[in-house]
């Protein structure tokens, strides 16, 4: 069972639409969940870390947030520069050596 | 800014071949991560290791080998190559911070087909 799933797999936006991606989680216990950007051909790029339900973080067209059991990376008024497959990562509490759990990723296609 | 160095960038191998991913980080962390990364499924640890001198077994470690040669360099070892291993592998390092989540910085990959 994946501990990690995202939603939907892939995703087309025409430029300007607003959208969010999900990402759910089965760990027990939550010690960081990381989004990460991946162009192809090209390594995950971070994007935000959050740490507690509530929280959420900005970078300029996306805003990350995070409840006790998922988070979601709203993309507001998409560029096709925003095109690109969207990782969600989480670790574990307890784990002090940063081992993360990957989901499968959100293929994002924005459209002029 | 160099960050996480990975090479080759492609290798084609034939099986029963061996060969090592070197994988070198200038940011000066403790911790390292070798992945595979393969269509339609998440990134899946391979082996990490958490400062020089240490290493052990992600999720899929069958079949690999590492090195944690220095602070700098952590390289993958495929002693015989088999074509399940035919994937995208990526290297990440991390800053161990205490009390903090410091998130991993990856390199580029290396596309490895294995025929």
């Known amino acids: 069972e994946d501990q990690v799933t995202q939603s939907p797999e892939a995703l087309r936006l025409q430029e300007g639409e607003s959208s969010s991606l999900n990402c759910s989680y089965t760990v027990s216990g939550l010690r960081g969940l990381f989004w990460y950007r991946q162009d192809p051909g090209k390594g995950p790029e971070f994007l935000f870390t959050l740490y507690s339900a509530g929280e959420e973080k900005e970078k300029e067209r996306l805003k990350a947030t995070l409840t006790k059991k998922e988070s979601f990376l709203h993309i507001t008024a998409p560029k096709p520069e925003d095109s690109a497959t969207y990782l969600c990562?989480?670790?574990?509490?307890?784990?002090?050596?940063?081992?993360?759990?990957f989901g499968r990723g959100t293929q994002l296609t924005v459209w002029p | 800014n160099a960050g996480v160095t990975q090479t080759p960038k492609f290798q084609v191998l034939k099986t029963g071949q061996s060969m090592t991913l070197q994988c070198a980080q200038d940011?000066?962390?403790?911790?390292m991560y070798w992945y595979r990364q393969d269509p339609g499924m998440g990134l899946r640890l391979i082996y990490y290791s958490a400062s020089e001198g240490t290493t052990d077994k992600g999720e899929v470690p069958n079949g690999y080998n590492v090195s944690r040669l220095n602070k700098r360099e952590f390289s993958l070892r495929l002693e015989s190559a088999a074509p399940s291993q035919t994937s995208v592998y990526f290297c990440?390092?991390?800053?161990?911070?205490?009390?903090?989540?410091?998130?991993?910085?990856f390199g580029d990959g290396t596309r490895l087909s294995i025929l």
């Open positions: 990562a989480v670790q574990e509490r307890g784990s002090t050596l940063g081992r993360l759990y």
């Open positions: 940011m000066n962390h403790n911790s």
């Open positions: 990440a390092s991390r800053e161990q911070g205490r009390g903090s989540n410091q998130p991993q910085h």
